[in-house]
C-alpha cells in the first residue's frame, strides 16, 4: 500500500508544476493594471511607473515566475497588493471556512446519495426510484444561486428558522457555526447528492447483473449480506472517483455561496482580488485549489486501493 501510495504521490508533482504555470500565465493574461486599480483613475504615469517598480510588476514575465516559484519553495506566498498583508494570513482566515463548509456539503451529498442511490436501484421503475429521478434531474437543473436564494426565502424568510446570512467560528460557537452553515452546505450538497446518486444507481444496477452477485444469492446470504459486502463494495469505485472529482466543483461554487450567505471563506477573498486586481491574491487562491483537488484525487487513489486491492499492482 506505501508503494502504491508514493507512486500516485509523484505521479502528481509533474502535472502541478504544469498547473502553476497555467495560474501563474492566466493571471497574467486578466484585463486592467494593477497600480492603476491601487492608485485611482486620477493617477499620473509617473505615479504607475513607480508603483510597478517597487512591486516587481516591471520585470520580465519570466524573472517574475522563477521569483514566484522561489517564494513557493519556501511556503511564502508573498504579500497582498492592496494592503501589503500577508497572502499566508490571509489563507489562514478564510481557508478553514471554505473547507469546513465543503466537508459539511460532502457529508450532506453522500447522507443524500447513499440511501437514495441505493434504493433507487434496489427497486427499479418503482415509485421510489421515479422519485428518486426526480430529485437527482432537480438537483442538477438548479443553478447554486438560485436554490440558495429560494432557502433563504423558505427557511430565512418564510419560517424564521434559520438566519439568512453571517458566520461564526466554530471555536467560538459550534452550535451556531454549524446553524449559520447548513443552509449553504445544503445549497452546494444537493447537486453534488444528484450527481453522486445517480452513478450509484447506474453502477449498482450494473453489479447486481453480475455472476458473483447470483452466485451469493444462490448459496442463499441474505440479502442485505449481499447488498452491502458484495454489491455496495464494488460499486463504490466510479462514486469514489465522482466524489473527489465533487471537491473542485465545490470550491468553486462556494465562491458564489459565501457571497450569497456572507460567509468569509476563500469564494469572498478570490472575488475581493479579483476586483482589486491583486495578483498575489489571486494566484495563492487558485493555486491552493488546484492542490486541494490534488489532494482529492490522491486520497481517491487510496480509497481505491482499500475499496479492491488489486488496483494496487496496476
Known amino acids: 500500500m506505501l508503494q502504491f501510495a ?16 497555467f495560474v501563474f500565465g492566466m493571471v497574467r493574461l486578466l484585463p486592467g ?11 499620473t ?11 516587481g510588476l516591471d520585470q520580465p514575465v519570466w524573472r517574475q515566475y522563477l521569483s514566484w516559484l522561489g517564494q513557493l519553495a519556501r511556503f511564502d506566498f508573498g ?11 490571509l489563507i489562514a482566515d478564510t481557508l478553514p471556512t471554505t473547507m469546513e463548509l465543503a466537508a459539511l456539503s ?15 436501484a434496489l427497486h427499479p421503475g418503482s415509485w421510489i426510484d421515479r422519485a428518486a429521478t426526480l430529485l437527482a434531474l432537480s438537483g442538477l437543473s438548479l443553478p447554486n444561486f438560485f436554490l440558495g436564494i429560494m432557502l433563504i426565502y423558505l427557511f430565512s424568510i418564510k419560517l424564521a428558522w434559520i ?11 459550534p452550535l451556531r457555526n454549524l446553524l449559520l452553515l447548513i443552509l449553504p452546505a445544503l445549497t452546494l450538497g ?27 444469492r444462490a448459496k442463499g446470504l441474505r440479502g442485505q449480506v449481499v447488498v452491502f459486502k458484495h454489491v455496495l463494495r464494488n460499486s463504490l469505485i466510479p462514486v469514489l472517483t465522482s466524489l473527489g472529482l465533487q471537491l473542485g466543483g465545490l470550491l468553486g461554487g462556494a465562491v458564489i455561496v459565501e457571497q450569497i450567505f456572507s460567509v468569509p471563506g476563500f469564494g469572498r477573498l478570490l472575488i475581493d482580488a479579483v476586483f482589486s ?29 482499500t475499496v479492491d486491492p488489486r488496483i494496487r499492482y496496476n
Not at 45 to 55: D, K, S, V, Y
Open 163 to 173: 438566519p439568512a446570512s453571517g458566520y461564526v467560528g466554530f471555536m467560538q460557537d
Open 6 to 21: 508514493l507512486r500516485r504521490l509523484l505521479s502528481v508533482v509533474p502535472t502541478l508544476l504544469i498547473v502553476m504555470t
Open 106 to 120: 460532502l457529508v450532506i451529498a453522500v447522507c443524500i446519495a447513499l440511501p437514495t442511490g441505493l434504493l433507487s
Open 33 to 43: 493594471d494593477p497600480a492603476r486599480v491601487l492608485l485611482g483613475q486620477n493617477a
Open 277 to 305: 486586481r491583486d495578483l498575489p491574491v489571486i494566484q495563492a487562491v487558485v493555486l491552493l485549489s488546484s492542490v486541494a483537488v490534488f489532494i482529492a484525487s490522491f486520497l481517491v487513489d487510496l480509497a481505491y486501493g
Open 190 to 216: 444537493v447537486q453534488s447528492a444528484a450527481i453522486l446518486m445517480r452513478y450509484l444507481r447506474s453502477t449498482t444496477l450494473e453489479t447486481l447483473n453480475q455472476d458473483y452477485v447470483r452466485t451469493a
Open 45 to 55: 504615469p509617473q505615479a504607475i511607473t513607480e508603483l510597478n517598480h517597487a512591486l
Open 79 to 89: 504579500h497582498s497588493l492592496k494592503d501589503n498583508t500577508a497572502i499566508g494570513s
